[in-house]
T-cell receptor
Framework: AQSVTQLDSQVPVFEEAPVELRCNYS??????LFWYVQYPNQGLQLLLK??????LVKGINGFEAEFNKSQTSFHLRKPSVHISDTAEYFC???????????????FGQGTILTVHP | DVKVTQSSRYLVKRTGEKVFLECVQD?????MFWYRQDPGLGLRLIYF???????EKGDIPEGYSVSREKKERFSLILESASTNQTSMYLC????????????????FGPGTRLTVT
């Protein structure tokens, strides 16, 4: 089984400041890792994903994340945030083995990012 | 563009009513999922389906059932709605068969906010 912990439930930040949203996971098998974003009154949208290869993954809207296997972390970063980045962000994992997973995701609790002018 | 639509954005039902939430995807995806989203708990998987007429329980199936009679449509049924089922319900879909679903992202609908009074 997998579990995901997002270490901050809320992150307030000023516009143009850098931000890091933290995600740690636990799994007995290798995993794929995902970050999704949910803007107010909308469904979830994929920001980026780590499947294999380079541990630094770039996504949409200037976000990037770094996979750290030894620390079982997948933190999301952006060097300069905009008001429009205000949203809830979810980290998720999925086993990368076959079997009966059918692509099921395990989500973290979510981090609400609020960008102030 | 992948599109996942849900029949209602907002729904208000009375305790004891039978409730149907409908989800339709237009990308011929094999896998479909129902989640509920609650503040501080993230997304939790209720049921998923990997083929027509096939379904498997997720992490919190109690009080729910599902139906998938056609590939594009996945219904969530609350047999007798209770106040603790007041929540946001999100449907998602993805490509992939057993053992091959891991790399594919899930696409989400806009959600149905259900209130049971």
């Amino acid at each position: 089984a997998q579990s995901v912990t997002q270490l901050d439930s809320q992150v307030p930040v000023f516009e143009e400041a850098p931000v890091e949203l933290r995600c740690n996971y636990s799994s007995s098998v290798s995993v794929y890792l995902f970050w999704y974003v949910q803007y107010p009154n909308q469904g979830l949208q994929l920001l980026l994903k780590y499947l294999s290869g380079s541990t630094l993954v770039k996504g949409i809207n200037g976000f990037e994340a770094e996979f750290n296997k030894s620390q079982t972390s997948f933190h999301l970063r952006k060097p300069s945030v905009h008001i429009s980045d205000t949203a809830e962000y979810f980290c998720a994992v999925r086993p990368n083995a076959g079997g009966t997973s059918y692509g099921k995701l395990t989500f973290g609790q979510g981090t609400i990012l609020t960008v102030h002018p | 563009d992948v599109k996942v639509t849900q029949s209602s954005r907002y729904l208000v039902k009375r305790t004891g009513e039978k409730v149907f939430l409908e989800c339709v995807q237009d990308m011929d995806h094999e896998n479909m999922f129902w989640y509920r989203q609650d503040p501080g708990l993230g997304l939790r998987l209720i049921y998923f389906s990997y083929d027509v007429k096939m379904k498997e329980k997720g992490d919190i199936p109690e009080g729910y059932s599902v139906s998938r009679e056609k590939k594009e449509r996945f219904s969530l049924i609350l047999e007798s709605a209770s106040t603790n089922q007041t929540s946001m319900y999100l449907c998602a879909s993805s490509f992939g068969h057993r053992g091959t679903s891991g790399t594919y992202e899930q696409y989400f609908g806009p959600g149905t906010r259900l209130t049971v009074t």
